[in-house]
C-alpha cells in the first residue's frame, strides 16, 4: 500500500479511435479556438480602447469574455497536442493545475453573472441611485471578489485532491476534473465531500438568487416601455448566458456522474468539451449582436480599418 499513492503520471482517455481523423478533428478544434480567441478578444479590447464604454455593465462583460479565454487556455491546447499525440497522459502536477483552473473559470462565470444580474436590477428598479451604489471603488471590490472566491473554493478543493492516498492512474475523460480524481482514492475522505458539496450549493444559490431578481425586474419592467425596451436590449443576452451556462453544467455534471457506458466515444467526449466550446463563443456573440453600443463600436471599427486600407490602396 506504500506504492500505490506514488502516482506521477495520469492517463486519458476518449481519443483513442480517432485515429483515421485525427487531422480533421485537429484542425476543427482550433477553429473552435481561434474563433474563442476573436470573439472574445474584440469585446475586450472594444471595452478597454473605448472610454465610454467604461461603466459597470461593460468592465463586467469584459471579465466574462477574459474568464472565457482563462478557462479555454488550460484545455484547448492540451487537447490539441493529445489529438496529434498517440500517447494520451498529463503529469499529476498537471493534472490539478488543468483541473484548477477549469473548475475555477465555471465558478467565476457564475460569480460574474451574479454581478451583471445585480447591475441590471439596480439600473432598472433603482436607476435614482445606480450611480452613487455603482461606485468604481465598489465595482473594483466586486470583481476581486468574483474573482477571489472561487479561486479560493478551488484552491481548498484542489488542495483536499493533492493529499489524498490514489489507487490509480486513469481518468476516464478528455481532461483532468477533481471529481473523478477523487474517485482514484484509496479510501473515503470527509473533506474530499464536504468541499464540493458547499461549492455546489454555493453557486446554485448564485443561480436561485439572479432567477429571482428577474422575476422582479418583469414585474417592474412590465409596468414602463422604457424599462421593458432596457431590459429586452440589456437583460435578455445576460439571461440567455446564463442560462447556457447553466445548462452546460447541468450536462457535464450529470453526465459524468450518472452517464451510460453505451454511450457513443465521440458523444461522450462532445458532453465534456461542450461546457469550453459553447459559452465562450455563444456569450461574447450575444453581447455583441444585441448590445447596440458594443456592436456600433465594434462595426466602427471594421469600417474604420476597412476605409483605411481602401485609401492606401
Known amino acids: 500500500m506504500d506504492n500505490v499513492s506514488v502516482i506521477t503520471v495520469f492517463t486519458l482517455s476518449g481519443l483513442s479511435d480517432i485515429a483515421n ?137 484542489t488542495i483536499t485532491t493533492a493529499v489524498l492516498r490514489l489507487c490509480g492512474s486513469h481518468i476516464p475523460r478528455i481532461y483532468c476534473v477533481n471529481w473523478l480524481i477523487n474517485n482514484l482514492a484509496c479510501s473515503a475522505s470527509v473533506a474530499r465531500i464536504v468541499i464540493p458539496a458547499f461549492s455546489y450549493t454555493f453557486y446554485i444559490g448564485h443561480v436561485l438568487l439572479v432567477f429571482w431578481s428577474y422575476v422582479h425586474l418583469i414585474k417592474t419592467c412590465q409596468s414602463s416601455k422604457d424599462n421593458w425596451n432596457k431590459f429586452m436590449q440589456t437583460c435578455v443576452p445576460h439571461l440567455f448566458s446564463l442560462t447556457v451556462v447553466v445548462l452546460s453544467f447541468l450536462f457535464d455534471m ?3 456522474r450518472f452517464g451510460s457506458k453505451e454511450i457513443p466515444q465521440s458523444f461522450e467526449n462532445f458532453m465534456a468539451m461542450e461546457i469550453f466550446l459553447i459559452p465562450p463563443i455563444i456569450n461574447p456573440l450575444m453581447y455583441g449582436f444585441k448590445l447596440t453600443q458594443i456592436r456600433n463600436r465594434v462595426l466602427n471599427f471594421i469600417c474604420g480599418k476597412s476605409s483605411t486600407l481602401r485609401l492606401k490602396s
Open 254 to 256: 450529470l453526465y459524468m
Open 21 to 157: 481523423y485525427r487531422v480533421i478533428l485537429f484542425v476543427l478544434t482550433l477553429l473552435c479556438y481561434c474563433v474563442i480567441w476573436l470573439v472574445n478578444l474584440t469585446i475586450i479590447v472594444t471595452v478597454i480602447v473605448d472610454k465610454k464604454l467604461h461603466e459597470p455593465m461593460y468592465i463586467f462583460l469584459c471579465n466574462l469574455c477574459f474568464n472565457g479565454l482563462y478557462g479555454t487556455a488550460a484545455f484547448y491546447p492540451k487537447f490539441l497536442y493529445d489529438l496529434l499525440s498517440t500517447t494520451h497522459v498529463i503529469s499529476y502536477a498537471g493534472c490539478l493545475l488543468q483541473g484548477f483552473v477549469l473548475h475555477s473559470s465555471v465558478c467565476a462565470d457564475f460569480s460574474l453573472l451574479v454581478l451583471m444580474a445585480y447591475d441590471r436590477y439596480v439600473a432598472i428598479c433603482r436607476p435614482l441611485v445606480y450611480h452613487s451604489l455603482m461606485t468604481t471603488q465598489k465595482i473594483c471590490i466586486l470583481v476581486f471578489f468574483a474573482w477571489l472566491i472561487p479561486f479560493y473554493l478551488l484552491f481548498m478543493s
